[in-house]
């Protein structure tokens, strides 16, 4: 089983738990206290947005910040290779998704313990010191336990208790723990002054609360309405407002009546009606205002206490309900979105005829009270403008929840008697009612211009029929919606072949004529607007840069900008940018190459290859660098190090020296290439002597690999000289130079003496191929300039004395001499048993 280690935890990657669109939960153990643990980790792709990792971290924060039985735990976060996780307690169990998608049905006392359970856990959070608003409440975020872990923590997705299908379902929901998890939404209260996008929806759309679904800013009230919409969807099987699209059930949430639970399951009480639907308020004032509140209620239930909801002389189901027997009252007890009154018995009576149900007598009198129950919940549909939903029964007295304008008390509709028969005004008055029903039906179906069509119909057959001035301002608003959603099709239209800087006005005139009509696109407008304005910032920066880059006298500095337009640039913009940008790059290429030749041409080699090779790092398939650079690889022979000219601390008194550059060799010549340079000088007649220890002038088997040792002054001037033009052995300077570097350090690793780094006394095995020691390495990159073998350089030892007349200089310390011969600036003199031990490595330059 791969196991991946961080920090206190083992993480068992092949056990995964969930996975989803942000990433992972795997089976884990704390090994400190010996416990199974669960470990998130955020999707990959998702950790280089900023956004998404301070949410990932968010929510880890805000379980830790909370400590309730209600509420899984954290025990620890951190970032491993890129990757963000945090552990937390791992419950066996499963959702309360699962069960709901199984048609698990609960029964009222089941849903109220949930709810307290939930609610427990709302307070807890709510009390925290960041008061945290989870902002997320559903069923696939509530975690139903199975008990305590089992020792060798397998998975049990359900309590072992009644099986359903392939799945274990529970049977009691009284007795189980309920924990409330997933925080990736959540809220903290150092965040409320935070710059949040405008109209940024948070939430699902299913649970979403109405100041949510706005993009306004969200308290423990909007929990407590998702909560509502849960409890709802578990005690009736559906939730209270259904919708085919995210933006549909958007709207419901903001201006749709919820219907009462009962209506969906007869087996909810009264009082439990109330409690959800208090939940459910339009208005975070109108709800619970905070879990403490409604754990009392709820709690009283699963008492068989009366809850304080139902305490008052009237339920809240019983207001919403009401209406008068002399027509059709609508009680409007809080400030709602404005929405169009009057949506008469008779646009229900023309409802229901078109559909082929009109009485032979026409539509009567006694046809529209029989009607009246209907008359509210139908309303909110006909209308066009948000509003109710149907929860009444049938005949003249059935409930029904109600709509009307903002602030208004009470709007009362009285259906006048018809003309008599007689004077032929009934035939219009039949006819009138007709085309009303079918003005309402062409509002309900969206079809405006045949709604005014029939409602001019029915002002022509009897202006005086009821309701005629109410069907027709209902026609004149959904005219002035349609021509307001038309002129902002045509802004948005504008706007998209629009730099956009002035596309962003255009947005902002489409929300404002989106707004006047209450249209349900405002929040759409809002987010298209906040991302427009990121556009519009990232074009100014995008035409910043190309001034920049058209006005740099640096080509390089034109580069530069020209790399971060590229990645800003509007698409219709890239290739432009981009081929401007390779233009600016192959020319700054033409000038490195053109100056790798000229310096080709005056033998400084090294300093060519840089200047190809710069060239090379602004356009790769620039043809006369890589044929600049190919031909001074040629030239140089391999296997040299490249000693820059300049200053450098020279001698033991450290005096400020000077050298030209030049190649130095960075291994010492050895056994195997000696051997060839002697074959090669017998086939040309200048025979020079082997070594003694060498039998029959071959070198001991195995050996080729070896230091050469015991080159002969003059044996070494003849390797050089058959080496080739350009190659020389360098002089005490250069030697020092490719060893010390400029710094003026004593040995090549530096200052102090560190054993096993140099081949010398006490820590040699003897003469060793050369490059051994990774530590006897220079700043120039020559290997064992501190041990191994001393080598020539062609400077005099000492021409002030006689002894030394023609004695050359031996540099670097040996296998078998002191430490205190491997410092770089000891000096050796080139006679006796020290020249019967020399070695070589030679410097070369350009001929």
């Given at each position: 089983?791969?196991?991946?280690?961080?920090?206190?935890?083992?993480?068992?990657?092949?056990?995964?738990?969930?996975?989803?669109?942000?990433?992972?939960?795997?089976?884990?153990?704390?090994?400190?206290?010996?416990?199974?643990?669960?470990?998130?980790?955020?999707?990959?792709?998702?950790?280089?947005?900023?956004?998404?990792?301070?949410?990932?971290?968010?929510?880890?924060?805000?379980?830790?910040?909370?400590?309730?039985?209600?509420?899984?735990q954290v025990y620890g976060a951190g970032e491993h290779e890129g990757m963000q996780w945090f552990a937390m307690e791992y419950v066996e169990g499963a959702t309360l998704q699962k069960f709901v998608e199984r048609g698990r049905r609960f029964d009222p006392a089941e849903v109220v313990t949930i709810g307290v359970a939930v609610a427990k856990a709302l307070r807890a959070a709510w009390a925290s010191p960041e008061k945290i608003v989870h902002r997320d409440i559903k069923p696939s975020n509530i975690l139903v336990a199975s008990g305590a872990p089992a020792a060798d923590a397998k998975?049990?997705?359900?309590?072992?208790?009644?099986?359903?299908?392939?799945?274990?379902?529970?049977?009691?929901?009284?007795?189980?723990?309920?924990?409330?998890?997933?925080?990736?939404?959540?809220?903290?209260?150092?965040?409320?002054?935070?710059?949040?996008?405008?109209?940024?929806?948070?939430?699902?759309?299913?649970?979403?609360?109405?100041?949510?679904?706005?993009?306004?800013?969200?308290?423990?009230?909007?929990?407590?309405?998702?909560?509502?919409?849960?409890?709802?969807?578990?005690?009736?099987?559906?939730?209270?407002?259904?919708?085919?699209?995210?933006?549909?059930?958007?709207?419901?949430h903001i201006y749709d009546e919820p219907p009462a639970p009962s209506s969906f399951n007869p087996e909810v009480p009264r009082e439990m009606d109330a409690m959800i639907l208090k939940c459910l308020g339009k208005l975070p004032e109108e709800r619970y205002q905070s879990p403490e509140a409604l754990l009392e209620d709820l709690e009283a239930l699963l008492n068989?206490?009366?809850?304080?909801?139902?305490?008052?002389s009237e339920t809240q189901v019983e207001r919403r309900g009401r209406i008068e027997t002399t027509g059709v009252t609508i009680r409007r007890e809080r400030g709602r979105r404005p929405v169009v009154l009057g949506v008469s018995v008779v646009v229900v009576a023309g409802a229901v005829a078109a559909l082929g149900f009109v009485p032979a007598g026409g539509v009567s009198r006694g046809f529209v009270g029989n009607l009246q129950a209907h008359v509210e919940g139908l309303a909110g549909r006909f209308s066009g403008g948000g509003g109710g939903t149907d929860t009444g029964g049938g005949g003249g007295t059935g409930g029904g929840v109600g709509t009307g304008s903002a602030g208004t008390g009470t709007s009362t509709v009285k259906v006048p008697d018809p003309p008599p028969d007689g004077d032929g005004k009934a035939a219009a008055r039949k006819a009138a009612e007709q085309h009303l029903a079918d003005a309402a039906l062409a509002l309900k179906q969206g079809r405006v211009e045949d709604a005014r069509k029939?409602?001019?119909?029915?002002?022509?057959?009897?202006p005086t029929t009821p309701m005629v001035a109410d069907i027709g301002r209902q026609v004149r608003?959904?005219?002035?919606?349609?021509?307001?959603?038309?002129?902002?099709?045509?802004?948005?239209?504008?706007?998209?072949a629009r730099e956009p800087k002035d596309a962003i006005l255009l947005v902002e005139k489409a929300i404002e004529v989106a707004k006047a009509a209450e249209l349900a696109t405002v929040g759409e407008l809002e987010s298209r607007l906040a991302e427009l304005r990121v556009r519009a910032d990232k074009f100014t920066r995008f035409r910043e840069l190309l001034d920049k880059a058209a006005k740099a006298p640096d080509p390089v500095d034109a580069i530069r900008y020209l790399d971060e337009a590229v990645e800003i640039a509007p698409p219709d913009q890239v290739t432009a940018v981009s081929t401007l940008k390779d233009k600016r790059r192959s020319e700054v290429a033409d000038?490195?190459?053109?100056?790798?030749?000229?310096?080709?041409?005056l033998k400084q080699l090294e300093d060519a290859r840089q200047s190809y090779a710069k060239a090379l790092e602004f356009s790769a398939t620039h043809v006369p660098a890589q044929e600049g650079l190919q031909r001074v690889n040629r030239l140089v022979p391999p296997g040299m190090a490249w000693v820059p000219a300049g200053p450098f601390l020279y001698g033991e008194k450290n005096e400020e020296a000077n050298a030209d550059g030049f190649y130095l060799q960075k291994r010492e010549v050895t056994v195997a290439e000696w051997e060839q340079?002697?074959?090669?000088?017998?086939?040309?007649?200048?025979?020079?002597?082997?070594?003694?220890?060498?039998v029959g002038g071959k070198p001991p088997e195995g050996s080729g690999v070896l230091a050469m040792q015991g080159i002969t002054w003059s044996a070494a001037s003849a390797y050089a000289a058959w080496k080739g033009a350009g190659w020389r052995i360098p002089t005490e300077r250069e030697w020092e130079r490719g060893a010390r570097g400029v710094d003026g350090r004593i040995y090549p690793w530096g200052n102090a003496f560190a054993a096993g780094k140099a081949n010398v006394a006490r820590h040699s095995p003897g003469v060793m191929a050369p490059g051994s020691l990774a530590g006897d390495v220079s700043p120039t990159g020559c290997f064992d300039m501190a041990g191994n073998v001393m080598e020539?350089?062609?400077?005099?030892?000492?021409?002030?004395?006689?002894i030394y007349k023609g004695v050359k200089t031996l540099r670097g310390g040996r296998y078998d001499s002191s430490e205190k011969a491997a410092i770089l600036t000891t000096r050796t003199p080139g006679i006796g048993a020290d020249a019967l031990e020399a070695g070589l490595r030679l410097a070369w330059s350009p001929p």
């Open positions: 089983m791969p196991v991946l280690s961080l920090g206190d935890f083992d993480v068992f990657t092949d056990r995964i738990l969930g996975k989803g669109g942000w990433g992972k939960v795997c089976l884990g153990r704390q090994r400190s206290l010996n416990r199974p643990v669960a470990v998130k980790f955020l999707n990959a792709e998702m950790t280089r947005e900023a956004d998404f990792v301070n949410r990932f971290r968010r929510e880890a924060q805000c379980l830790a910040a909370i400590a309730d039985d209600h509420i899984i998975v049990a997705p359900f309590a072992e208790t009644k099986k359903h299908g392939s799945s274990v379902l529970f049977t009691n929901f009284r007795n189980v723990k309920i924990k409330v998890m997933d925080f990736g939404l959540a809220k903290l209260k150092k965040e409320d002054n935070e710059k949040t996008l405008p109209g940024t929806v948070m939430g699902t759309p299913k649970y979403i609360s109405p100041e949510q679904a706005q993009g306004k800013p969200a308290d423990i009230r909007s929990d407590i309405y998702s909560l509502g919409v849960m409890m709802f969807q578990l005690a009736c099987g559906r939730t209270p407002f259904e919708g085919e699209t995210a933006i549909s059930l958007l709207s419901k068989n206490r009366r809850p304080r909801i139902a305490m008052g029939a409602h001019d119909l029915a002002v022509q057959a009897d608003q959904a005219e002035e919606r349609a021509k307001a959603k038309a002129e902002v099709e045509g802004f948005l239209r504008d706007a998209a000038k490195h190459a053109q100056e790798g030749q000229r310096l080709e041409g340079f002697l074959e090669a000088s017998r086939a040309a007649g200048t025979e020079i002597p082997a070594p003694k220890s060498w020539w350089t062609s400077s005099d030892y000492d021409t002030t004395k006689s």
